[in-house]
């Protein structure tokens, strides 16, 4: 398949939907609503997923992607626009309007910021942006340049400026009072760089929701430490990949859960099982969540291969999300071979994540207009059939390219219309109904 997605993205067609339309309801609205964005991590490093990817995980349930960006501008100087990041997300952003689905964006490397495995191994360069008040400028005028190309677009649900900041990442410490102070003694003061890159999105959006991090790898216990961010539209993301041990084991012969692990929190010898993740290491996030009453992700979570009890320990994590209010994200989709691919594994493994996604979904996501209207192939290459799911009256279809411009106008009151695209290049396009008493719209990626 060719591909159909321009480096530019189409910024203009938004602005054309929300001047011919009701009102979008705020972004922040689903995050409100409790444990209502539920999905998985889509990372470009190791497989570069593709539109069928997309569309084989909308028929999950699910109803978000959270997109692992890697940053739009390189890691060393000159800190150039790297275009094959930019086309990565451009690719996984066209995808989720493919799919129908909202879309977040982690965003993992940029000026001085190495992708946070990275730091650890011999052929990378070292993260500089924690103690470099100069890339920390340029690393957070790229936010900027992130959230200005996509602000407009509805599916557009949140930002995470920094995905796991992990200064002292060779540094040892045991917990959030030896790490405060190693902070200290290092001058890195992560909360004046989350603020400044806060800021900075702000300058692009006033309302895009920021999803926030803390310190070492944004483990539970360590959320006391992450940055207090006053905006309105804030959400708090930790991680999970307790116990440790378990989580990451290569040899699935030996460890079976719930059972006895290694807890960093009690330096001691613990029996793991869904009460102490909720009493114990899960306390930390009732404490930030009751401090500001903001709304929690568990933005990262699961098991890199398959052990003893795994289906338990999922199942535990996804349930104690959900029974929580906590917004959710599997890691990671159709990832490296064999490692985090429950899909692959024991059909009870997909079964337990599919679980997960029970209950709350919001099905296919439209960009404005709801079911009105439907487009069949979606997408398609050289024709679409036109639903009108209407009693308003009709007379007049219209369909624009990214630029805005009528590229095809017909009129009918059919309510059944297949109009060919055979003339129409590849890309996306705005389906427009006119009627006496509004507007019906919907997205139409046509391929070739």
Not at 215 to 232: G, M, N, Q, R
Not at 332 to 344: L, Q, T
Not at 356 to 373: A, P, R, Y
Not at 385 to 402: A, Q
Request: charged share 20%.
């Amino acid at each position: 398949m060719k591909r159909f997605v321009s480096l530019i993205f189409p910024t203009l067609i938004f602005c054309l939907s929300t001047q011919t339309s009701a009102q979008i309801p705020s972004r922040y609205d689903g995050w409100k609503k409790p444990s209502y964005y539920r999905g998985y991590n889509f990372t470009g490093d190791t497989r570069i997923k593709t539109l069928q990817d997309f569309l084989d995980y909308a028929k999950t349930g699910a109803t978000f992607a959270y997109i692992c960006s890697p940053g739009y501008r390189t890691v060393d100087a000159p800190y150039s626009l790297d275009d094959k990041y930019v086309q990565i997300t451009n690719d996984y952003v066209s995808y989720c309007h493919a799919a129908g689905l909202h879309y977040a964006l982690n965003i993992r490397e940029g000026p001085g910021r190495q992708d946070v495995w990275k730091d650890g191994l011999v052929d990378f360069s070292k993260s500089t942006i924690w103690t470099d008040p100069v890339v920390q400028r340029l690393y957070a005028s790229m936010l900027r340049e992130v959230v200005d190309r996509y602000k407009y677009d509805s599916l557009f649900i949140g930002i995470s400026p920094i995905t796991e900041p992990n200064p002292l990442f060779d540094k040892f410490y045991i917990d959030t009072a030896s790490l405060e102070q190693l902070l200290v003694s290092n001058k890195i003061d992560l909360q004046a760089i989350t603020q400044l890159c806060v800021d900075s999105i702000r300058s692009a959006s006033r309302d895009i929701p920021i999803l926030i991090q803390g310190p070492a790898y944004s483990s539970p216990e360590f959320i006391p430490l992450t940055p207090v961010i006053h905006d309105p539209y804030v959400v708090y993301e930790f991680h999970a990949y307790r116990p440790h041990e378990y989580v990451y084991a290569a040899d699935t012969s030996t460890l079976v859960y719930p059972g006895n692990f290694i807890s960093y929190i009690q330096l001691k010898i613990t029996r793991f099982d869904k009460t102490y993740l909720k009493d114990t290491v899960f306390k930390y996030v009732y404490d930030r969540h009751n401090e500001t009453d903001a709304p929690i992700l568990l933005g990262e979570f699961g098991l890199e291969f398959p052990q003893a009890g795994g289906v338990q320990f999922l199942s535990d994590l996804a349930t104690s999300a959900i029974e929580n209010g906590w917004h959710f994200a599997w890691w990671n989709y159709r990832g490296p071979p064999d490692a985090w691919d429950y899909e692959i594994w024991q059909p009870e493994y997909w079964t337990a994540v599919l679980k997960s996604f029970e209950g709350n979904s919001s099905v296919q996501q439209t960009l404005i207009s709801g079911d009105e209207i439907t487009l069949s192939p979606n997408p398609c290459s050289s024709s679409v059939i036109l639903g009108i799911h209407s009693e308003r009256d009709h007379d007049m279809i219209s369909i624009y390219n990214v630029l805005g411009a009528k590229v095809k106008q017909l009129q009918t009151r059919n309510d059944r219309v297949e109009i060919s695209t055979e003339d129409l290049n590849a890309g996306e396009y705005l389906v427009s109904v006119d009627s006496p008493t509004g507007v019906l719209q919907k997205r139409l990626v046509v391929i070739k």
